[in-house]
């Protein structure tokens, strides 16, 4: 039977997608940005990754150094298949891959801090268009997949975009524990941070962006007062109001609704440590991983 038309066009966009999202983790690893454990290890944690259908090959060819006869060669010592992919490896053959990474590949440059950051800000802001971008270009960051109860959208991807799951399974994880965080939003559906990869991720240094509403912002704070929360704002009240009615997915009752959560939520913004104005994608998006990065450096300075 033939998948239907739209679903076509939406595997296809997210094979390109994925495609684009390994070359840009390969990218980071070759400048040193990301650590070739860090991407094994999320692999390895998260089936859905991007780094989990990546080549081992293709992950040791993007360690600075190494060229393909070498790597070749690895291959044959750690007895691993030209053509495997990370989730696809054997729990001794993780184990020796591992154990080589680890002495061989070079540290990365940036100091290896552990750091969440949450991205809120009110609806329509464009906190998805900012964290998919973050996504995309900065690998070194990982980018948490949250669960919800609510209907995919048109294009929208299980486990990438969210993981899609009904109300006994939420119930289920909420009852054990599974989430940082867990929120209703827009009196509707419930959304959640699932814990496990976060954790996973901050242990191997890397940093962490959660793209949440503000409830569940609060919330990591009370949990994580290391947390540094950054609050997206509009450049103007009535750019917000367009952007919100411009997206046209939602109904009439829908939009008021979410326009009635933007104002209770623009009210909060004094509780976050840091503001940044989306007037510009990619100028926000750096401004985002730029606070991760001073964060950092604060961090280390405040250590010597
Ligand atoms: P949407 O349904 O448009 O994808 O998202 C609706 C809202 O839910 C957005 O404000 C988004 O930030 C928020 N959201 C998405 N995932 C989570 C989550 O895991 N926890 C919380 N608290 N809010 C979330």
Known sequence: MKPPEVDRVAASRAAVAARRARASVKRAVNERRLSAVAVLDTALSSTESVEATMRVRDLLLSIPGLGPVRVDRIMGRL???????????????????????????????????????????PTAVGK??????IRENYPEVLLSVSATTRAPRPGEVDGVSYYFIDDDEFDRMVAAGEFLEWAVVHNKSRYGTPRTPIDTALSAGRSVLLEIDIQGARQVKAAMPEATLVFLLPPTWEELVRRLIGRGTESLEEQERRLTTARVELAAQDEFDHRVVNRDVQAAAAEVVE?????????LHGKE
């Open 128 to 133: 998805g268009t900012v964290s998919t971008y």
């Open 291 to 299: 606070l991760m990065q001073i964060q950092k450096a604060i961090d």
């Open 79 to 121: 007895e691993i298949a030209a053509s495997k992919r990370l989730s696809g490896l054997g729990v001794h053959q993780q184990q020796r891959l591992r154990e080589f990474l680890v002495k061989r590949a070079p540290r990365v440059e940036q100091p290896e801090q552990s750091r969440l950051v949450v991205l809120a800000g």
